[in-house]
C-alpha cells in the first residue's frame, strides 16, 4: 500500500483523520457518561451518610430485596410500564395512520398541535394537571355537569385514581412524540403496495394488520423499548402532581432515589444501588422485547 511523505499509509492517515473528528465527542462521552457510570457501580457497594462512605460488599443489593419502600416503588412502576406503554404505542400507531391520509384537511394543524405536549415544560405540564384533576378542578366540574358522576372524584388523594391520573398525564404528553417515528416511517412505505392490495380487495383493516403493522415492526421495536426506558425512569410527573401520594401509592423508583439522596437522611450509595436496579430491568426488557419481536440483530 502506498505511503506519505510522513510514512503513513493512505489508509492509516484516512482512520487518523477520521478519528480526529470524532475525538473530542469520544473523550466527552467517556468523561460525563461512561465515568459515572462507573463511579455509580462503585459507589453502589458502599454505604454510610452523606461522604463519610465504606466499603460493604453486597449488603446495599441484599437490603435492596428486603427493603419495602422499593418494593412498592417498582410495583408501581410495573403498573405504569404495563397499562401505559401498549396504550401510549397503540394510541399513537392509530393517530399516525389517521393523519398519514393525504385526503384528510389540516393535517399539518393536527400532527402539530398532538406533538406540542412533548415539548412543554415538564413541571410546567405536571402543575397544570395538577389543577386539572384537583377535586374542585375543571376535569371533576365537567363531569359532573354531564352528570356522569355525582361526587367528585378525588384524583390526587385516593390511591387507584392517582395513578390513573399520572397514566393519563405521560400518555397526553408521549403520545405525540412516537407519532412521529410512525408518521415518518409511514411516509417511507410505497403507496403501490397498497394500491395493489386495494386493487385484491383488501379491506382497511386488512391493510393494516397485514401491511402497516409489518413495516411498521422496527419503529415499533424501537418505541417500544424506547417508551419502557422512560416509564421506569418516571420522575417529573410523580413529584409535581402526587408528590408520591398518597402514601407511597404513586412512588416510582426514580423518586425513591431522589428522596434517598436528597429527602431521607442522604444515602447515596444505597440510591446508587437502586439506580442500577432500573440499568438490571431495562437490559432485561429490552432482551425480551428483541426476543418477542423476533429480532436477531
Known amino acids: 500500500m502506498k505511503a506519505d511523505r510522513t510514512g503513513l499509509s493512505i489508509r492509516a492517515k484516512s482512520n487518523l483523520t477520521g478519528w480526529s473528528f470524532i475525538l473530542i465527542a469520544v473523550v466527552m462521552i467517556a468523561t460525563f457518561y461512561f465515568y459515572p457510570m462507573v463511579q455509580a457501580l462503585i459507589l453502589s457497594f458502599k454505604t454510610g451518610t452523606g461522604s463519610n462512605l465504606t466499603y460493604t460488599g453486597g449488603s446495599n443489593y441484599v437490603r435492596l430485596l428486603s427493603d419495602k419502600t422499593f418494593l412498592t416503588a417498582l410495583s408501581n412502576t410495573f403498573i405504569y410500564l404495563i397499562i ?10 392509530f393517530i399516525s395512520v389517521l393523519l398519514n391520509d393525504s385526503k384528510l384537511k389540516f393535517r399539518g394543524f393536527f400532527r402539530t398541535a398532538i406533538f406540542l405536549p412533548c415539548v412543554t415544560s415538564l413541571v410546567a405540564y405536571s402543575v397544570v394537571f395538577k389543577y386539572l384533576f384537583a377535586a374542585d378542578g375543571l376535569v371533576n366540574s365537567l363531569l359532573m355537569k354531564l352528570s356522569i358522576i355525582q361526587e367528585p372524584i ?6 387507584f385514581w392517582a395513578k390513573i391520573t399520572i397514566i393519563f398525564a405521560i400518555t397526553w404528553r408521549w403520545t405525540g412524540y412516537n407519532m412521529i417515528f410512525y408518521l415518518s416511517a409511514l411516509q417511507n412505505i410505497d403507496s403501490s403496495i397498497y394500491e395493489a392490495a386495494r386493487i385484491d380487495g383488501a379491506s382497511s383493516f386488512k391493510q393494516f394488520t397485514k401491511i402497516t403493522v409489518p ?5 415499533i421495536l424501537f418505541t417500544s423499548i424506547t417508551s419502557t426506558i422512560g416509564t421506569l425512569q418516571l420522575f417529573d410527573e410523580v413529584m409535581n402532581i402526587t408528590k408520591g401520594g398518597p ?7 426514580s423518586q425513591y432515589i ?3 439522596s436528597f429527602k431521607y437522611t442522604a444515602d447515596f450509595g444505597y440510591a446508587a444501588t437502586v439506580s442500577y436496579s432500573i440499568v438490571v430491568i431495562i437490559v432485561l426488557l429490552s432482551i425480551l422485547q428483541f426476543k418477542v419481536a423476533g429480532d436477531k440483530k
Open 154 to 159: 378525588q384524583w390526587i388523594t385516593d390511591p
Open 84 to 93: 401505559q406503554v401498549p396504550i401510549m404505542i397503540l394510541l399513537a400507531l
Open 215 to 219: 413495516m411498521l415492526k422496527p419503529i
Open 258 to 260: 431522589y428522596n434517598l
Open 247 to 253: 402514601g407511597n401509592a404513586t412512588l416510582s423508583i
